[in-house]
């Protein structure tokens, strides 16, 4: 049974930082690779990030280049992945979702050809 579970999500500071953990079991986890998507009120869900199954490749989206990481950690049946964003601004403010796509994609930021998905971990940036 295919399970995610992610965390970290809640309320920051402006300028302040978040480390986001989704812990993903249930498969051949090592065969997929793996993306952060985030979705605001009233907005199309957008890609933030991306880790090869290997996690020796990674992207990211405009919007957060420069002040993110993403990685991953793969023991066993679990995959657990990892997105820090520094330097939290209110555009950030977003449910958060890890997603999981076999195959290397041929455009990482469709959220259509992702397999699976968390449930979303909520994010609020706020003074």
């Known amino acids: 049974q295919v399970q995610f579970v992610e965390s970290g999500g809640g309320l920051v500071q402006p300028w302040g930082s978040l480390r986001l953990s989704c812990a993903a079991s249930?498969?051949?986890?090592?065969?997929?690779?793996f993306a952060w998507f985030r979705q605001a009120p009233g907005k199309e869900r957008e890609e933030v990030a991306y880790?090869?199954?290997?996690?020796?490749?990674?992207?990211?989206a405009d919007s957060v280049g420069g002040r993110s990481l993403i990685s991953r950690d793969n023991v066993k049946n679990t995959v657990t992945v990892y997105l820090q964003i520094d330097s939290l601004e209110p555009m950030d403010a977003a449910v958060y979702y890890c997603?999981?796509?076999?195959?290397?994609?041929?455009?990482?930021?469709?959220?259509?050809?992702?397999?699976?998905w968390g449930q979303g971990t909520q994010v609020t940036v706020s003074s």
């Open positions: 880790v090869s199954k290997t996690g020796d490749t990674s992207f990211y």
């Open positions: 997603a999981a796509v076999w195959g290397t994609p041929h455009d990482w930021k469709i959220p259509e050809i992702y397999d699976y």
């Open positions: 249930g498969f051949t986890l090592d065969e997929y690779h």
